[in-house]
């Protein structure tokens, strides 16, 4: 086989373009794997900024309920007293009614004739 200089040119020629074909590739791979990372990075970081806003909207509404709880429970207590108070007055309100009752009978046994 004859290798003249002009074939030898060629060959380098052809290795060249396959080796500035192979390190294109590679760089185009490594440019869209640092575009993805940066991309990838971007998406963490809003997440991350959201995940922050919603902790704090969660913790908000967490002390809400528990502020309301503690006026539920308050009004109860309030309830269960006033309920108490209810059911004493209507036992003195019976007490009440009994005498008035009673002091009518005898009134109207004192206000009969006696004959």
């Known amino acids: 086989m004859n290798l003249d200089a002009s074939t030898l040119t060629a060959i380098s020629g052809l290795i060249t373009g396959l080796l500035g ?15 993805e990372l940066a991309s990838l990075r971007d998406t963490i970081n809003l997440l991350m900024a959201e995940n922050v806003r919603l902790r704090k909207r969660i913790e908000e509404l967490e002390l809400g309920v528990d ?49």
Request: aromatic letters at 0%; a positive charge.
């Open 67 to 115: 502020a309301k709880n503690d006026r539920i429970r308050e009004l109860e207590a309030a309830n269960e007293s006033k309920d108490g108070k209810i059911a004493s007055m209507e036992c003195e309100i019976k007490e009440l009614t009994g005498r008035i009752d009673r002091m009518s009978s005898r009134r109207r046994g004192t206000d009969k004739p006696n004959g």
């Open 21 to 35: 074909i192979v390190i294109a590739g590679a760089t185009a791979r490594s440019s869209a794997s640092k575009a």
